[in-house]
């Protein structure tokens, strides 16, 4: 379709920046925050690149003002980050630390002071240790009131100040990796009981999204979803196929759920048939269909590209081949591999031949964006919150104090244009927020991997001064939501 003109964003449009507590923070053990899963996987040897881990991460709880300062010059109209449940409950079902209530009331109301909309991610991977050790953490469903009971102190606390919230950040993303990979904590490889894990998460956000309406009711509240679209490789129906079952295996089994309170038949009828399917009683789905989110936040990296599989067990080769240094949803299976996990043989991911690629082989794929919008908002019929799209590069710091990251600017420019069409097609769209502020910890990909429009001045062996330093896409972006186009 083309317009003769694109809509225009409404001026209320929230034009934003994300981050995760894990990811910024650092102060990992100050002020009686307990230890998260990931204060303790990324200390084991080999978990992490070079052992990269968050203690000091970039400084942001000592440096909170300065940041927030950085975001009002930028002229933000929101910024999301997630709250570290151990802040806020050391040992995860305990006392209430008053010090951890404090760092994120700071936050908020600075934030207002400069006219931000703090956009607050309940859970972005950071489970307390202490309940993965007393309950065996998402395996659990003992963690269900846990949880309920930190968004209960919460949403208490700052519902007032706090229109959006998101419940859970990637669940496919970070069940797979957890479970199924043993590439994030808790380290396990055992994919009946990613699926048990997944369910109790599930209901885990139900409850949230219920309770969030009792206390808070003015406000909104859904989850973040690691969205991509997929394609098939060629018009071979047998491709067409393996396309729509990896779209039910890598988007609906969450999606449906969110949105419909359902698992798809097809995924459900096929783990079944495989005994790994998770155990659901009439009162959890009960549950699931009364729990209805107010918008839906999508993730958007790239999609994927799906043929026909044609083996149905792994070759020891393809299995030792397989690289999960990556958060990328679309990277679980090998790219141009057979390899197959055993609940999966119905498609296979393969290269997009039409799409270049980031330098960690994310493919760049724009029009997806769209497609992925449109898609979501054609079957869900829910206003769409983009809480994540950026690049990872290795930006140079040269003189000193010059990032020259036009690609990053190519990147966002190309990528809002697909999303302003997609509004123009009548998407109803809140708002975007761009990953990242600042340059982050990558979870698997230490410092090197940057997002941020702010460079911070530290890398994997040394932290430096922790200077932040604005990059050349800072202030184009800062120009951009001046004219809001
Ligand atoms: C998303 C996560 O999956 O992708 C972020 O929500 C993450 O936390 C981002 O940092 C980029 O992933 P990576 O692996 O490039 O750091």
């Not at 100050?30 to 996987?41: A, Q, V």
């Not at 003992?142 to 706090?162: L, N, P, S, T």
């Not at 990251?405 to 809140?430: C, N, P, S, W």
């Amino acid at each position: 379709m083309y317009y003769k003109s694109l809509k225009k964003f409404p001026h209320d449009f929230l034009w934003g920046a994300a981050s995760a507590a894990y990811q910024i923070e650092g102060a990992w053990n100050e002020d009686n925050k307990g230890p998260s899963i990931w204060d303790t996987f990324s200390k084991l040897p080999g978990k992490t690149f070079h052992g990269t881990n968050g203690d000091v991460a970039v400084d942001h709880y000592h440096r909170y003002k300065e940041d927030v300062r950085l975001m009002s010059e930028m002229g933000l109209k929101a910024y999301r980050f997630s709250i570290a449940w151990s802040r806020i409950i050391p040992d995860g079902d305990g006392e209430i630390n008053p010090a951890g209530l404090k760092f994120y009331d700071d936050l908020i109301n600075e934030l207002l002071k400069y006219g931000i909309q703090p956009v607050v991610t309940l859970y972005h991977w950071d489970i307390p240790q202490a309940l993965q050790d007393k309950y065996g953490g998402w395996e659990s469903r003992e963690v269900i009131g846990a949880f309920k009971k930190y968004c209960e102190a919460v949403f208490k606390q700052y519902g007032d100040r706090v229109n959006y919230w998101v419940t859970f950040n990637e669940q496919n993303v970070f069940t797979a990796m957890g479970y199924r990979w043993a590439s994030h904590p808790p380290n396990v490889t055992d994919v009946k009981r990613m699926y048990a894990a997944n369910h109790i998460i599930n209901l885990a956000n139900a409850e949230a999204i219920n309770l969030f309406h009792q206390l808070v009711p003015k406000g909104k509240i859904g989850p973040s979803f690691g969205y991509g679209p997929t394609y098939p490789i060629t018009a071979n129906p047998d491709d067409i196929l393996a396309a729509d079952n990896a779209d039910d295996f890598n988007n609906n089994w969450w999606l449906d759920v969110y949105c419909r309170g359902t698992y798809p038949a097809l995924v459900m009828n096929h783990l079944k048939d495989l005994g790994i399917a998770p155990e659901v009683t009439a009162a959890d789905a009960k549950l699931l269909k009364s729990a209805k989110p107010d918008f839906l936040g999508i993730n958007y990296y790239h999609g994927g590209t799906f043929q026909q599989n044609k083996l149905e067990h792994p070759s020891k080769e393809d299995a030792d081949a397989k690289d999960f240094s990556s958060t990328d949803p679309y990277l679980m299976q090998p790219k141009d591999s057979q390899a197959q996990e055993p609940e999966t043989p119905m498609f296979n991911n393969v290269q997009n031949p039409y799409l270049t690629k980031t330098d960690w082989g994310w493919e760049i794929d724009p029009v997806g964006f769209r497609i992925a919008l449109r898609r979501v908002y054609e079957k869900y019929q829910l206003p769409i919150f983009v809480t994540e799209n950026g690049l990872g590069a290795q930006d140079q710091l040269t003189d000193g104090k010059v990032i020259n990251d036009q690609y990053r600017i190519d990147y966002l420019q190309a990528h809002i244009t697909e999303m302003q069409r997609a509004m123009t097609d009548g998407v109803d769209m809140i708002g975007y927020c761009a990953w990242s502020f600042t340059d982050l910890l990558s979870w698997l990909n230490g410092y090197k991997k940057r997002y941020g429009f702010v460079y911070i001045d530290r890398d994997d062996d040394s932290q430096r001064d922790l200077a932040r330093i604005p990059k050349k896409s800072f202030y184009w972006y800062q120009d951009f939501i001046k004219r809001n186009s």
